[in-house]
């Protein structure tokens, strides 16, 4: 169930956003970095989320994402995995993602290019391998799991207030809705936090995978100039699993103010610990 939380929390999807060009959520120089914790087993794991200018070709954003359990989790379940994203900066759009990880030596791995025009995303898994496949694209622009939530950052909702997504766990397309439930304080290493707590639901089809089984997941948008995720978590049956923001790097460009500040005011709410 750890590996599964990091999986769910890091790697297992694609989310498609509204089809006007939305700004991306991270900026080259940003950086990062989340605590994984499972119910019983405190550090279970870490999340890092990097981004940078493509090397390989101007005018492109590299997302990369790395996940792996640690400490007593990495001996009961050793798990790593790193996902690349690359993005137009000129339009937002995601133009190919790669995947892989390693649970106690098997290696799994695949790759995913869009076709704007065609509607069409190919899916490769090239460990095991297996030949390309063509995956209908439902209206939206495509990111990767992470960089969804992240987007978060830009949408601005209020409670009561909601928006729809569109999200592809490795090859299984998602209606999801996220809802903006309420103002929260939350606490942290790095302060203390005025967030907006937002939670996908699935409500246009037939409950599956995790939402069949009765999972739920939610995000915790600090309310400041910044708009950092401070918190995921997946909830399950047997348990609870939480990323929380352990440390910040700021776009390279930029000189903002250090992360531990405290968000800004927003009408009193209820305080959750860390």
Known sequence: MIARLVILLAAAGLVCLPSAAAPLPLQAGEQLNYRVSWTVVPGAGEIKVAAANDPAAAGRLLVTTTTTTRRLA???????????????????KLLALQERSATRGKQQEHSVAFDYAARLATYTKTQPPQP??????????????????????????????KRDALVLFDDDFYELTLYALRFEKLRTGLGEFNTLVL????????????????????????????????????????????????????????????????????????????
């Open 74 to 92: 990495k001996l009961l379940l050793p798990f790593e995995a790193r996902a690349e994203s690359t993005f137009d900066l000129a339009t937002g």
């Open 199 to 274: 939670e996908p639901r699935m409500e246009k089809g037939p409950p599956k995978g995790m939402f069949k089984r009765g999972s739920t997941v939610r995000v915790w948008i600090a309310q400041d100039e910044r708009r950092l995720p401070v918190r995921f978590e997946v909830e399950f049956k047997i348990g609870t699993g939480t990323a929380t923001l352990d440390s910040y790097e700021p776009p390279a460009a930029t000189t903002a103010a250090p992360a531990a500040a405290p968000g800004a005011a927003v009408p009193d709410a209820p305080r959750a610990g860390s």
């Open 132 to 161: 390309p496949r063509g995956l209908p694209m439902p209206e939206g622009d495509p990111a990767d799991l992470i960089m969804a939530l992240l987007q978060t950052r830009t949408w601005n909702l209020q409670p009561g207030e």
